[in-house]
């Protein structure tokens, strides 16, 4: 039987609790979210038709600060993926040290059955009726899965127009004249590359040499590749929903970017590719694969077809613990997501921040604060495991759950 996201997440979570000896009740405040906020809504769209929806809001833990995470729109998000990416999120800011806690939510709908007008009712009435539990110092949600700049504008304006003041910082990911921040868009594809360079220079692969293949064209995937290009990797194969192509000479990151923009966001049909199945996509010989779209991607059937040097996890969770065991044993190296694709969460960072001083940086400055922060947390990752004899995500597990124990610790426990 397929086991639950949330019990993977929880099985990561005991495997480095165990290694390093976790305070047991720190581990049993951990283990469980904090607040599962369910909404289901109404709609009354333009031609009098109302339609109810289902949100989720799950606020796992605000231990170091405000619980902080995206929300996607996808016609899979239940409870149990929820909780499984809130709590995600405690780990990833606590790991690279950021003042936030973990939250995820989301809206089950297929966005691409909506116009532009509906999407916006719809973003407007979720964002009114989470209102009394999101806020600047409570739980600020960001972009993720099919959501854009355009919907936390839209989140940002309605919480504001519910009469709270001074609130840009409700959500992050905001487009750039409603205060947003230089590189948000790009930073989760950012942090993928300069974390990938700074393995690659630790391993001496010449990237200007390397090749790799890449799961997922939406913000993270597109971002990423469009960054690799400069740094000359070759591009082999890429996978979407509408299916995977490949192309031996390498495949233009920029030009399919372009490409998919005019065919609904697809990337089905890039000329100079041929098809290619999910199998013989898995399998590529490369140096390098990105897997940035879903969860469990690479599980016990889908590792062993797997043929490169390291997984660079632009995904949250695409690695379940059947997957990690056989990449461990095959010497697969391992960039995980929590450190990987936190690019994204430290600029949300840094847009609050910017929002809180009615600051604007320029994107020289958020680029070098934003490798700073990723290349230290790169180095006490590497340490930890050399430290523990251990693999790369349970060592990033160590790292986060050691600050908020230290945390806890500090705090006491409140009766
Ligand atoms: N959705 C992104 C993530 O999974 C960004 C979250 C944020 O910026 O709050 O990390």
Redesign the pocket.
Known sequence: MMSSLHENVLRQFNKASDLMGLDANVRKCLATTENEIVIHFHVKFADGRIEVFTGYRVQHNNTLGPY???L?YHPKVELDEVRA?AT??TW?SALVDIP?GGA?GGIQIDPAQYSQDEIQRITRRFAHDLAPFIGPERD??????NTTAQMMAWIYDTYKEMGHENCLGVV??KPLVVGGSAGREKA?GQGIVFLIEEWAKDNKLDLAKSTYFLQGFGNVGSWAARIMKRSGAKLLAVEDASGAIACKKGIDAEALRTYADGNKGFIKGFPGTKVITHEEFLATKADIFIPAAMESQITAKTAPLLSVKLVAEGA?GPTDTDGDAILTERGIALLPDILC??G??V???FEWLQNKHSESWDLEDVDAKLKKKLLAAYGRVKDTAAKHKTDWRTASYIEALSRLEDAYKARGFFP
């Open positions: 902080k995470g995206g996607r990416l995600w999120m990833k936030y995820k600020i949600p960001a972009p993720d899965v992050t990911g989760t949250n694709n936190s994204g969460v600029v949300s960072y």
